[in-house]
């Protein structure tokens, strides 16, 4: 039955229009296309019209013209790697995939600024790479979802990092798209100046037209410049404990007043509490899980001492010239003196020295100390600008079993459960003990272990990252994780918390919570794609 639906999809006039296009090899009907692309982390299933696989600006021009005079909905991905959002799946049912991971060019690069031109296939090693094979002195904007993630899908997504630029919508500074009739889209000062000038101010000229693209189906973007940080002449990292959970508060005002005090110095500081750090460096406890099926607080209170891991621990990352970051260093310390233990500050060179040094103490307690210094020296790495996998593991914490060997970690086809709560919370201590305590009590009923990281974006907000965990074999546990999901968008919001980005099977919350700006997007929409074709349902 399956295949002859595959069929009939192929012989439709579409479909016949796309494979005389693209070729019959890049083209996919509805099973091929959900073998391909349907493993999603959050668990959530869609029907797929098919998939088409594109190599240029040119090519979806066509694609967009041959859909709107057929009416088959669209929806466009790079790599399909957005683990916890909805992986490569679309918002709405029975769409066609345009798969953008061939378009893999880098178009252009600035030396003297550190701008690069990009196709949506870009990812994050690609960049790093072509930076080393030209000798380039810059940082990637990396994320930790891992080294084959899109470097502009990310940015659109509003993803952000941990390297001096940390909000990467914010560091694109020029874009290209195809519009939904086919027609193309640059911004007004790239057009009436040219590209040279335009990929240096993001704000152009007239109204703001380039963040219309960003968490929307406006349009499909097939290029961004974005401005990269320059690779400092010290990185020195610094990482410390707050022993107690009522010291969370002190942690969170140090927080703001480093990031007031030390602008551009300093990057994103993460704080992390005790169950994320163990997911970063020791194994689930499976044999020592309570009735609820939960880590017991005595089981946690003993791998923390195990692992040295205080209830929160503190990420902070300062780049510039020596004599900078000494001053910046000293800056900080004055800030942590009082609430902060373990106060270390380390540059990657020394990291790696102690994870080759760990290695020697045999025992429990060397493998203990293996893992942190292990994770520690990967952490680093990322912090300067050097994409790795150090928190893609996360997705498999709770799924039995090593994560597969080998550098290529795909959560989706693994069957790893993820799905991600990333709301905005006020830098200000009563609102980040009143989430740590309200995410606890949401989701420990649920059988979901609390795992959270505050980042600060700037000195008013964090933005929190909790990774719901969960078995996807189990359709119980599935259900579950999206209650979870769920109260903790609905609740927080009662709470004054609600997430910068959202999941795809949360998006229709957004007409529920907001009405007149959802409102307001479908109008804008409506301009440009009268028929609801392309990105269906998504932010809107």
Known sequence: MQQTHDTNSLTDQAFEAWRDLLGDGQVDGPQEASRRYGMDTTGSQRRLAGALRVVTEAQIQQVLRIANQHGRRLHPISTGRNWGYGTALPSGQDCTLIDLGGMRKILHFDRRFGVVTLEPGVTQEDLARFLDSEGLPYLVPVTGA???????????????????????????????????DGRLYQGMLSEAAGPELGRLFRWGVGA??????????????????????????????????????????????????????????????????????????????????????????????????????????????????????????????????????????????????????????????????????????????????????????????????????????????????????????????????????FVHQTMRPLGIEPLITFTSLGDRLFDSTVPILFDRADESACRRAEVCLLQLVSKGRERGFFPYRLPISAMGLLREFAPTASEFNRRLHQLHDPSDLLAPERYR
């Open 208 to 437: 703001y037209t380039q963040g219309l693209f960003s968490q929307s189906g406006i349009g499909i973007v097939t290029q961004i410049s974005i401005a990269l940080a320059p690779r400092p002449e010290c990185l020195m990292a610094c990482l410390f404990s707050v022993p107690r959970e009522d010291l969370l508060g002190a942690a969170v005002e140090a927080i703001q007043q480093a990031n007031q005090r030390l602008g551009g110095t300093l990057g994103a500081i993460n704080l992390m509490n005790r169950h994320r750090m163990l997911s970063m460096s020791a194994p689930y406890p499976w044999d020592h899980l309570g009735p609820d099926g939960l880590i017991p607080s005595a089981v946690l209170e003993e791998m923390g001492r195990r692992y040295h891991i205080a209830p929160w621990t503190g990420f902070a990352t300062l780049y510039g010239s020596r004599r900078m970051v000494r001053a910046a260093q000293d800056e900080l310390r004055s800030l942590l003196k009082g609430f902060a233990t373990r106060v270390l500050f380390i540059t990657p060179q020394r990291a790696q020295s102690l994870a080759r040094l760990a290695r020697l103490i045999p025992g429990r307690a060397g493998n203990g100390l293996q893992r942190l210094t292990g994770t520690l020296a990967k952490s680093l790495e990322l912090v300067a600008g050097r994409p790795n996998h150090t928190a893609l593991p996360l997705a498999y914490w709770r799924k039995r079993g090593e994560p597969p060997a080998g550098s290529d970690l795909d959560p989706g086809q693994d069957g790893c459960g993820l799905m991600w709560y990333a709301p905005l919370v006020p830098m200000h201590s009563d609102a980040t003990r009143d989430y740590a305590d």
């Open 146 to 180: 891992g080294p084959k993630c899109s470097v502009l899908a990310n940015a659109l997504e509003r993803g952000y990092g941990v390297t001096p630029y940390t909000d990467h919508f914010g560091a694109v500074t020029d874009l290209r798209a195809v519009m939904p």
